[in-house]
């Protein structure tokens, strides 16, 4: 897996705000989309490609 490889030098970059306050914008950011979406009676759906539990990882 030559990708998987590839984006684990992500952390070696240098970032303009710590992991935490990133985190903490999207979340924020994340919220008031749903709470858009919401208010104009939209279904809303989230996906993510992201497996921090190896053994649930269904590609390994």
């Known amino acids: 897996m030559a990708w998987k490889r590839a984006f684990s ?5 240098k970032q303009p705000i710590p992991d935490i306050e990133r985190m903490s ?10 709470t858009q979406a919401r208010a104009a009676g939209k279904k809303n759906s989230v996906y993510d490609a992201f497996c921090a ?3 649930l990882c269904p590609f390994q």
């Open 9 to 13: 030098v992500d952390g070696l970059i």
């Open 25 to 34: 914008r999207v979340l924020a950011q994340t919220k008031a989309q749903f």
């Open 53 to 55: 539990i190896q053994p």
